[in-house]
């Protein structure tokens, strides 16, 4: 899971219990700090912010397989039989806009 917050907007943060230093984090683009979390528990981990403004959060996230869509159906049958996921396989990406 990625998780990418303006900079300006995060004044601390805590992930499961542990301090992270803020200025530490990976910078991308438009002055945006990404927090990658590797391997989440089903049953989640607690993110904790203190903030300075209300400025919306990215959750983004990948998914295995291409789901039930049409258009994915229609890929997999367009895919010859002797052709098969490379690398990572078959992904989605599930993105969710947080207004704090």
Do not use: C, F
């Amino acid at each position: 899971m990625i998780v990418v917050v303006p900079a300006d907007a995060l004044a601390a943060l805590q992930l499961g219990g542990r301090t992270l230093d803020v200025a530490s984090l990976q910078r991308g683009p438009n002055n945006r700090v990404m927090l990658r979390i590797q391997g989440p528990p089903v049953a989640g981990v607690e993110l904790v912010a203190e903030l300075r403004s209300d400025a919306p959060w990215l959750l983004a996230d990948l998914l295995p397989g291409l789901g039930e869509s049409p258009p994915s159906a229609t890929l997999l049958s367009q895919r010859p039989v002797d052709r098969v996921p490379y690398q990572t396989g078959d992904l989605r990406i599930a993105l969710r806009s947080i207004q704090p």
